[in-house]
């Protein structure tokens, strides 16, 4: 039978059958079938026959679509007593399959495209037993791909009278259409007159797929300058609903300031006189405003600036006070200001008293004075020498000495202000009449004839003293040492003893003068041996001593040279070493006076290594006066 002929008995068998009773069979099937795109698509209906004669002997399917445009019917399957036909020139045409199985049949659409988002008709004849058809629906998805959020770069004021954009949310590719909803810090927005406005707009893409976007107006206040906003797209899909949210963004506020602090950003610490200062202005407005700096005496003089910073250089204490920073922009309330007050700490140079200088008698008593105004509490400390001498501002000298003359210096700190510090000085001079050094008025003295004698004389005074000496007779004197300071004098002389000696040490200045007398006794020098003495006895015993220790390394010697061969022995062989060996090996002991020590002993030793050809003699002194020893062997 040809597809002509097909058609013909289909049309034949409707028109008689048209009366029959449509309900001896039973169809069911699903309201809609559901399949994301690109995948297969299963559509099946059920079929049953009511009566009791059973299922008939002739049955007819037949798979139907309905146009979009016009609402015809286009059939795409027909299968009746083994006869299967797939409607040629069709858009499902290679695209179907159909199966039966115990009263279902099952059609699958095989790459499921948009235009398949359609309702399908699934009829079911069988004859005389009836005609039923049902149509379900097949619903096509696409999930859209993730939202995309755009934030406005400008800022926006919080005086707009009206709600201003915030961002843009966009999402393309997704069928059917689907929604965006709003969040702002996790917290959906909803549309509220005057509050929020959601404008969104779709568009159908080429392959038919939607896009949408939507924009975002806010009516912002202070309090979202830390808000974030974000877009969620929610949308369908095969038997559940599911969203997707955008990334977070922020959007920049401008606000007038509402509260505003001035504060000192340099230096650290306490401020001193001469310091750099700067003061540092900040508000809460968003953008920084700028600001205008006053002293709170004179709010209508504005101090220059740059940027928000105050810098005063060198300051003094006539810079200390209250100070008063207000945004520039008049619209700000008068009563949003920042104040602070400047303290700059002094310290005026120290003031001695007495000045400079001040002259004291010996053992008078006398107090100075050191102060320095300051603006914090001040500590004094007195020095002499680099010695502390005292504490606090007044310094108490008494019963005035020599050692109390000098240089004193007061130096002032401020403890809480380490950096302050100043200092003075008094000069203390102490006048008096020249004073010889040490107690004894008249200084005796014996000193044997030629020997030479210094003479000292050390004077204190002030003014320094002059010191000059008076010998009696014609004694030859020469000075040897002399020194002088401004309260000191000091003299040396020499004088060699021929005679008997009186001389006079005499000192003087404005204030008096003062003398010491010198007797010396000349002592003849005297040749014998002095008497015993533990002191001559000692050296006489040392010299005794060496005499014996040399006679022993001689004798060894002389063994040691015996016992080698070197001296022949027996009486013919013996030699007259006396005479010999007393020319080399002399050793004298000699006690003499050194005309140039006071009362030192002189001992001479002299020796002769007899191992060498040459001689080499070796002096010992031991010096005591008027006395003579010689020792030979």
Not at 15 to 29: I, Q
Not at 101 to 129: A, M, P, W, Y
Not at 189 to 201: H, Q
Request: charged share 20%.
């Amino acid at each position: 039978m040809t597809i002509q002929q097909q058609r013909t008995f289909l049309s034949l068998f409707l028109v008689l059958h048209v009366w029959s009773v449509w309900s001896d069979v039973e169809v069911t099937t699903q309201d809609h079938f559901e399949v994301y795109l690109g995948d297969s698509a299963e559509m099946v209906c059920h079929y049953n026959f009511t009566e009791i004669d059973g299922e008939p002997e002739f049955l007819m399917f037949q798979w139907f679509v309905k146009e979009k445009n016009s609402g015809s019917r286009i059939r795409i399957y027909y299968a009746a007593d083994n006869i299967v036909i797939v409607d040629p020139g069709t858009e499902y045409t290679g695209r179907i399959q159909v199966t039966f199985d115990q009263h279902k049949i099952q059609l699958t659409i095989l790459e499921v495209e948009l235009s398949d988002n359609r309702e399908f008709i699934c009829q079911v004849n069988g004859l005389s037993d009836g005609t039923m058809e049902r149509r379900p629906h097949l619903r096509v998805f696409a999930p859209p791909e993730a939202p995309v959020i755009t934030g406005v770069q400008t800022g926006i004021s919080v005086t707009n009278e009206m709600p201003s954009k915030v961002a843009t949310c966009e999402a393309h590719n997704g069928f059917p259409k689907f929604n965006i909803t709003w969040y702002r810090n996790n917290m959906p927005l909803v549309s509220l007159a005057g509050l929020v406005n959601v404008w969104t707009s779709y568009m159908v893409e080429s392959r038919g797929m939607y896009s949408v976007q939507s924009t975002l107006e806010y009516q912002v206040v202070k309090e979202d300058k830390n808000a974030n906003f974000s877009c969620e797209v929610s949308f369908f899909v095969p038997g559940a609903i599911r969203t997707v949210e955008s990334s977070s963004v922020g959007i920049t506020i401008h606000y007038p300031p509402t509260m505003v602090e001035l504060w000192r950003e340099l230096p650290q610490g306490l401020v001193k006189e001469g310091d750099i200062v700067a003061l540092r202005c900040q508000g809460d407005g968003n953008p920084m405003p700028t600001f205008i700096f006053s002293r709170k005496e004179e709010p209508n003089v504005e101090l220059d600036s740059r940027g928000n910073v105050l810098t005063l250089q060198a300051v003094s204490r006539r810079d200390g006070g209250d100070y008063v920073c207000r945004p520039r922009d008049t619209t700000v309330p008068k009563e949003v200001k920042g104040e602070m007050q400047l303290t700059v700490h002094y310290l005026d140079p120290a003031v001695v008293v007495p000045k400079e200088s001040e002259v004291m008698l010996k053992g008078e008593d006398l107090t100075a004075s050191c102060n320095a105004l300051s603006s914090e509490q001040t500590s004094v400390v007195w020095y002499k020498d680099g010695k502390m001498v005292g504490r606090g501002n007044m310094l108490h000298l008494q019963n005035a000495t020599y050692e109390t003359a000098g240089e004193y210096i007061c130096k002032v700190t401020v403890p809480s202000v380490p950096a302050l510090h100043t200092s003075g000085s008094v000069h203390i001079v102490v006048h008096s009449g020249p004073q010889l050094v040490g107690k004894t008025q008249e200084v005796h003295l014996e000193e044997a004839l030629g020997r030479m004698v210094n003479l000292s004389c050390e004077a204190r005074g002030h003014p320094a003293p002059s010191i000059t000496w008076i010998f009696g007779g014609s004694q030859s004197w020469y000075e040897v040492f002399s020194k002088s300071t401004d309260h000191m004098t000091h003299s040396v002389v020499s004088v060699t003893v021929k005679s008997d000696i009186f001389a006079m040490c005499n000192t003087s200045n404005d204030l008096g003068n003062d003398v010491r007398a010198f007797s010396i006794k000349a002592i003849p020098l005297v040749t014998t041996s002095a008497p015993f003495s533990p002191e001559g006895s000692g050296v006489i015993f040392v010299v005794i001593i060496l005499c014996l220790l040399l006679l022993a390394i001689l004798g060894s010697l002389l063994y040691f040279l015996l016992k080698k061969g070197k001296i022949p022995c027996g009486r013919s062989g013996k030699q007259d070493i006396s005479t010999e060996k007393t020319a080399k090996d002399d050793i004298v002991v000699e006690m003499k006076e050194n005309a140039n020590a006071k009362s030192e002993d002189t001992v001479l030793l002299k020796a002769i290594n007899p191992e060498k050809n040459g001689t080499n003699d070796q002096n010992v002194y031991a010096r005591r006066p008027h006395q003579q020893c010689t020792c030979a062997a």
